[in-house]
T-cell receptor, first 112, second 114 residues
């Protein structure tokens, strides 16, 4: 069945460092791909999405490109801030119901 | 505008008790999803409604789990005879409709079974 694999955390960075969180997927057909973020004490929020191959999703300085050839959707940010500390989930949807299939999440900790 | 709300936010149940978890989706959203999130894991799909019709319940872990959305708005997830392995955060999400892509999540209900 469909699945998402993302790098284990925690990822610990200093402020202004470059961030990459790897995400790969297995799916039949052409799923949509998402990154959701969960800030401490808050609910899941959509960060960005891409619906077809080579699409780039971007928001708040974060970017991810839908790579069909490598079945990947890696999350990147050029300069992280302390306020980016959160848990990041990669997810896909598709099929008849648009249900989301999530990875296990990657905790990011940014220190000043 | 109001987002997705869930109640209660926290629930402690003794093993064997029945619980009911409520979800109020964003007004006008056709699709409603329930997910279960164990500690340190990503959310896992439980069930999906389109209006009042339950179109997919493939993720419900056992027949002790039951969900309904009788008027196509508020939904209730019921767990009968709770077990310790049911302890998790239960998330509700809604979206505008089929293939809209974006699901909006509520804050979740943290269920602890003792």
């Amino acid at each position: 069945g469909d699945s998402v694999t993302q790098m284990e955390g925690p990822v610990t960075l200093s402020e202004e460092a470059f961030l990459t969180i790897n995400c790969t997927y297995t799916a039949t057909g052409y799923p949509s791909l998402f990154w959701y973020v969960q800030y401490p004490g808050e609910g899941l929020q959509l960060l960005l999405k891409a619906t077809k191959a080579d699409d780039k999703g971007s928001n708040k300085g974060f970017e991810a490109t839908y790579r069909k050839e490598t079945t990947s959707f890696h999350l990147e940010k050029g300069s992280v801030q302390v306020s980016d500390s959160a848990v990041y989930f990669c997810a896909l949807s598709g099929g008849n119901t648009d249900k989301l299939i999530f990875g296990t999440g990657t905790r990011l900790q940014v220190f000043p | 505008g109001a987002g997705v709300s869930q109640s209660p936010r926290y629930k402690v149940a003794k093993r064997g008790q029945d619980v009911a978890l409520r979800c109020d989706p964003i007004s006008g959203h056709v699709s409603l999803f329930w997910y279960q999130q164990a500690l340190g894991q990503g959310p896992e799909f439980l069930t999906y409604f389109q209006n009042e019709a339950q179109l997919d319940k493939s993720g419900l872990p056992s027949d002790r789990f039951f969900a309904e959305r009788p008027e196509g708005s508020v939904s209730t997830l019921k767990i009968q005879r709770t077990q310790q392995e049911d302890s998790a955060v239960y998330l509700c999400a809604s979206s505008v409709g089929r293939s809209s892509g974006v699901q909006y999540f509520g804050p979740g209900t943290r269920l602890t079974v003792t």
